[in-house]
């Protein structure tokens, strides 16, 4: 969808969402936007950059924002780019996959009476789209927290996948705010960076402190959850193994009476064989030497 040009202060802004196949050539057309650009800001996979491209005119960012896997029983989390475009004083916004809270930022932004400039315009922003990281970070620790104790009582397989789905949505996140890092600490030495005013630096700073905060807080949470997943691990190999020495064990007995019973059963002349009574003292070796066998294995604290 291409929205209608709207008249900022100091600057028109046209803001898209999904584009089709149509609506990519209708940009290419009127606006004069080269194909590589629209593959840039149409690409789902596309991490953290700056392109600039002075025999055009245009410059390009792309950040990486949260973005909520659909059908999944639990929620899960990857990243997906948000692309600004100034192409020849014209600010173009790219929300490839439908975000609103990507659209609300935007909003937020066009309403801001001091925003005069497409720099101002595209850091206060990513101002907003790097917090968005926040509340979903919060979510993770809540659900860290509730499977701690679910954990601490009974390792179901189910609360152990819900765990793994939380380290995956951090791994996810830790890549793409460490990619939005870079990308602001590269931003002061292109051509956008360079050409803007104080203000904006100040903007630009603000955002790389936001930046940074968040991914110390992603990084905090990261770890929390892989140490909580590595001792359940560890407490799970230890019960099976606790599991495998019981049944070693109960097995090592049981084939005592076997052995004994199956020596009796033979039909040769054997010991005791015309004593009425002869089952009991097989019953009663069987039992000492089973009592014998778990003193050895008490004896080598394999108990």
């Not at 097995?251 to 076997?258: E, G, I, K, R, Y």
Request: charged share 20%; proline share 3%; glycine share 4%.
């Amino acid at each position: 969808m291409i929205k209608p040009t709207k008249h900022l202060t100091g600057f028109d802004w046209v803001e898209t969402t999904a584009l089709t196949e149509a609506e990519q050539q209708t940009l290419m057309a009127e606006y004069g936007i080269t194909d590589d650009i629209i593959t840039y800001v149409t690409d789902k996979d596309e991490t953290a950059n700056y392109v600039y491209d002075p025999a055009n005119n245009q410059q390009l960012m792309i950040v990486l924002v949260p973005y909520q896997l659909k059908n999944t029983a639990t929620p899960r989390y990857i990243t997906r780019p948000v692309g600004f475009l100034i192409h020849q004083g014209v600010l173009f916004t790219f929300n490839e996959s439908r975000l609103n809270f990507v659209d609300q930022a935007f909003q937020k932004s066009a309403n801001d009476t001091d925003i005069e400039t497409t720099s101002a315009f595209i850091l206060e922003s990513m101002f907003d789209l790097v917090d968005s990281y926040i509340p979903i970070v919060k979510f993770v620790t809540k659900q860290r927290n509730q499977l701690d104790k679910m954990l601490n009582k009974d390792a179901k397989n189910s609360n152990l996948m819900a765990l793994s789905y939380l380290g995956q949505t951090l791994t996810f996140f830790n890549s793409g705010v460490e990619s939005n890092n870079d990308l602001f600490t590269r931003i002061p030495r292109t051509y956008f960076g360079v050409n803007n005013s104080s203000v904006e630096n100040d903007l630009l700073e603000d955002v790389s402190i936001e930046s940074d905060q968040v991914q110390h807080m992603i990084e905090n949470e990261e770890q929390v959850v892989n140490r909580i997943t590595d001792t359940f691990d560890s407490i799970i190999n230890n019960n099976l193994n606790d599991t495998m020495k019981f049944l070693t064990i109960w097995s090592l007995t049981m084939a005592v009476p076997t052995i004994v019973t199956g020596f009796f059963g033979m039909n040769v002349s054997l010991p005791f064989e015309h004593f009425n009574l002869a089952w009991i003292m097989v019953i009663a070796l069987s039992t000492g030497l089973i009592a014998w066998l778990l003193l050895i294995f008490k004896m080598h604290h394999r108990l």
